[in-house]
């Protein structure tokens, strides 16, 4: 007797149910994506008990034909392909013609639905098994799917179910990302009969705030690259939206909400200089491409693809959203701009001078300098975005007035940035300006230390830096690049031969390349307690506007803060 035998249909429904159906929120994503598929306007969604006892979704789509009603509840039988050559560039959310089948082997459906221009609507039933007979229906053009009693015939699989609460909530999060993948339409969501949400037909910015919050579209940017036939659109959260998990993040590949390990390895490469610490980004971005450049056919529950070139989506999606991140500087070049060390007695006060300055603004600035400069006389409407110096407060946080109220600056953030935006210009231009330092800085070395600098002369040259041996044990530091000598040299030195020794002179200057600039950058950037006069705070703030990413440092610090004169009215119950 043969120990291999054919298992019967509705076994392997069942277990076909167990990779398509996991939860009620699978039932949804599968229910919606029909809907969409149909051409729907707009969906109404209805959940019972966490969708655990009922999950329907109403639609105004094409509708089903009275003769392909059973077929609908059929295995493998589907309208959207027909041979391998549309498998492979499938335009459609659902595409296998076995979600329902599956979902109706583990729970009781009912499908009701008229086809557009058809007089009647008709319904079938189907309950663990095979679909009944075709009945007359009530209903306007579109089609309701109603899933009740979910694995009610397999009640072990029922006992994985979590509690209503988390059921809902995943069923919910299942709905926004289906509302945020088409704001063109209008959706709705009921949970045990009381209305959870209602949306009409709006703007990505307007679905973005209704789902997400005002507080991620207060500091989103907005997205817009193309190359070929790659599109990215959408919107990116900025440092202020983000969060310690990592739940506001939507990815929607030709319309499909997906999670895709290199999507999102773009994404946070993208992020990395503006984030502190495990923050993470919130995003919701739209990459569209030719059908036949991505395999949607990875994994049952489609949410998984695969893109035939990896290197060049990831590419694309990192710069479009490097360059979102970061609003172009001024037109004018920006020459390279260091704090300078306080002057000795005596000598003439010395703010933040740009390295081509002109003799004539140069004295002009001194003038300035030498006595506490009054805020410029400008309309509070015409101030620059982030206004004017007013005071240094304890040595660390720039105050400045602008036309919304009061700007705090962290001037040692907010140095560490732009010095680091600087470097990173220059190293890609090849031309990192270095100055020879009067007096070498020594410090103590080990031999492999002087070994390492003296391998590594060409990329130490490549970052403004020139070091020799100043005896058996010590290196000299003979020059520096421009925006960092008068920095603490010795220390930049030793950091970046630690680099050079841990990941070599290629990686430390390509994949190592930004943590090396941004430990160089902290070096150089202004000290906590240094003093500064009115107009090297002004010089500061204007330098900040011309910078790229300057709304935070390169460890993700925020480097300014906003407070509004209704903030401050509400601190001191003005009005009240």
Known sequence: MSAIRLLPELLISQIAAGEVVERPASVLKELIENSLDAGASELGVTLAEGGARRVQVDDDGAGIAREDLPLSLARHATSKIGTLEDLEAVASLGFRGEALASIASVARVEVVSRARGARHAFSVRAEGGEPGPIEPAARAAGTSVSVGDLYFN??????????EATEFGHCEEVFRRAALARPDLAWSLRHNGRVSAVLKPQTLAERAAALLGKEFCAGALAVEAQAGPLRLHGLAGGPQAARARADSQYFFVNGRYVRDRLLAHAAREAYAELLHGERQPAYVLYLELEPRAVDVNVHPAKTEVRF????????????????????????APVSYAVLAPPPAAGAPAQAVLGI?????????????????????????????????????????????????????????????????????????????????????????????????????????????????????????????????????????????????????????????????????????????????????????????????RSGSCNHGRPTWYQLTLADLDKLFLRGR
């Open 308 to 331: 035939r070139d990896s290197r060049s989506v990831h590419q694309f999606v990192l710069h479009a959203l490097r360059r979102a991140l970061s609003p172009g500087a001024a037109a």
């Open 356 to 548: 081509e300055q002109s003799a004539a603004a140069y004295q002009s600035f001194i003038a300035a300098a030498a006595q506490p400069a009054p805020l410029p006389a400008a309309a509070p409407d015409q101030a620059p975005p982030l206004g004017y110096a007013l005071a240094l407060l304890h040595g660390v946080y720039i105050l400045a007035q602008n036309s919304a109220g009061l700007v705090l600056v962290d001037m040692h953030a907010a140095h560490e940035r732009i010095v680091f935006e600087k470097l990173k210009q220059a190293l890609d231009a090849g031309a990192v300006q270095r100055q020879s330092l009067l007096v070498p800085s020594v410090f103590r070395a080990d031999a492999l230390d002087i070994s390492t600098a003296e391998e590594n002369r060409e990329a130490l040259e490549q970052l403004g830096l020139e070091l020799s041996a100043a005896g058996p044990n010590e290196l000299a530091v003979r020059a520096a690049p421009v925006a960092l000598a008068s920095g603490d040299v010795a220390g930049l030195a030793r950091d970046v031969l630690a680099e050079l020794r841990a990941y070599g002179a290629v990686q430390a200057l390509a994949a190592r390349r930004d943590a090396l600039l941004g430990g160089m950058a902290c070096h150089a950037a202004v000290r906590a307690n240094r003093s500064l006069a009115l107009p090297e705070m002004n010089a500061l703030l204007r330098e900040m506007e011309r910078t790229e």
């Open 154 to 163: 397999t009640p072990a699989r029922r006992k994985f179910l979590r509690t």
